[in-house]
């Protein structure tokens, strides 16, 4: 499983309620999907300003679920856009995408 710490989620599930989770979930799911175009948008467009601001909200969602290895590749993205050297960052751009996948896959599973 991409999400690493489960008892994030329990504790989640708990403290929220079965309804508040699910729309959580919902909720989380739905805007991790449209940060997620933003960020490609970003980079296809050179624009740092716009790159940050989406995967240091992706990077603080995530945080939420437990998800640390997409966050630690968040983090890496994050440096990128604030150093403004986006040369190379398709290739983290898609990792993050593919991760993003599975965790979202994962948390599909829990509706």
Same mark, same amino acid.
């Given at each position: 499983?991409?999400?690493?710490?489960?008892?994030?989620?329990?504790?989640?599930?708990?403290?929220?309620?079965?309804?508040?989770?699910?729309?959580?979930?919902?909720?989380?799911?739905?805007?991790?999907?449209?940060?997620?175009?933003?960020?490609? !948008?970003?980079?296809?467009?050179?624009?740092?300003?716009?790159? =940050?601001?989406? @995967?240091? *909200?992706?990077?603080? %969602?995530?945080?939420?679920?437990?998800?640390?290895?997409?966050?630690?590749?968040?983090?890496?993205?994050?440096?990128?856009?604030?150093?403004?050297?986006?040369?190379? !960052?398709?290739?983290?751009?898609?990792?993050?995408?593919?991760? =993003?996948?599975? @965790?979202? *896959?994962?948390?599909? %599973?829990?509706?």
């Amino acid at each position: 499983m991409s999400i690493s710490n489960n008892a994030q989620i329990n504790e989640l599930q708990s403290l929220l309620g079965k309804d508040g989770f699910q729309g959580f979930l919902s909720s989380y799911l739905n805007d991790s999907q449209s940060y997620m175009k933003t960020i490609q !948008s970003a980079y296809e467009q050179n624009d740092n300003a716009l790159g =940050l601001t989406a @995967v240091h *909200s992706l990077k603080g %969602e995530i945080a939420n679920i437990g998800a640390t290895e997409l966050g630690t590749l968040c983090q890496k993205l994050e440096i990128e856009f604030k150093a403004g050297q986006l040369k190379n !960052s398709d290739v983290i751009i898609q990792a993050i995408q593919d991760e =993003l996948q599975k @965790v979202n *896959s994962s948390l599909r %599973e829990l509706l």
